[in-house]
């Protein structure tokens, strides 16, 4: 699941700093949100979802806030670590679909 | 944990040939979604199926194209006759319920498929 992409944004933090990756969505109509992390040679890992109710939702060491007037959704993540290493992928769903819509992804690389 | 798993994880085939790339699903679940990845591009949808039908496809997902569930545990993609364009990871996915999308929690590892 290699998502190698010259043109990935890249985000580099150093260990124990927070990171902020963000994703702008095009579909006002979509209601559900999902942030994704894609290690190397792997697919997609679900992270945290949020739907259009809402506008924050916690996990463990992540937070993902969701602004519908701006159509812009972020994943924040605290005292990144190594692991985090990845790309990152927010993915939109709308109504009764099944599908989902991934936007283009960011790379995140934590330095030591 | 339960995971999706997928094979060949990697496949080389010629142009012009049918490929048939396998999933096995997460034992409960009733849903299962075909996704691929060109390099360095987004994850897209190809196609949904539940109840041995499909339940909703993309632009991608033409008549080169068909799924199955030849039985209880495996979900297949054909490919009829491949395209270089066709070249891509393809992820299985599955979930107990459709809830429209929400919560797809299960990815397969994905299967990398080179057309010659």
């Known amino acids: 699941g290699e998502s190698v992409g010259l043109h990935l944004p890249t985000l580099s933090v150093q260990e124990g700093d927070n990171s902020i990756i963000n994703c702008a969505y095009s579909n006002s109509a979509s209601d559900y949100f999902i942030w994704y992390k894609q290690e190397s040679g792997k697919g997609p890992q679900f992270i945290i979802d949020?739907?259009?109710?809402?506008d924050k939702r916690q996990g463990q060491r992540v937070t993902v806030l969701l602004n519908k007037t701006v159509k812009h959704l972020s994943l924040q993540i605290a005292a990144t670590q190594p692991g985090d290493s990845a790309v990152y992928f927010c993915a939109e769903n709308t109504g009764t679909a099944s599908k989902l819509t991934f936007g283009t992804g960011t790379r995140l690389q934590v330095t030591l | 944990e339960p995971e999706v798993t997928q094979t060949p994880s990697h496949q080389v085939t010629q142009m012009g040939q049918e490929v048939i790339l396998r999933c096995v699903p997460i034992?409960?679940?009733?849903?299962f979604y075909w996704y691929r990845q060109i390099l360095g591009q987004k994850v897209e949808f190809l196609v949904s199926f539940y109840n041995n039908e499909i339940s909703e496809k993309s632009e991608i997902f033409d008549d080169q194209f068909s799924v199955e569930r030849p039985d209880g545990s495996n979900f297949t993609l054909k490919i009829r006759s491949t395209k270089l364009e066709d070249s891509a990871m393809y992820f299985c996915?599955?979930?107990?319920?459709?809830?429209?999308?929400?919560?797809?929690?299960?990815f397969g590892p994905g299967t990398r498929l080179t057309v010659l």
């Open positions: 949020i739907r259009s109710n809402m």
């Open positions: 034992s409960n679940h009733l849903y």
């Open positions: 996915a599955s979930s107990e319920a459709q809830s429209m999308g929400r919560g797809l929690k299960f």
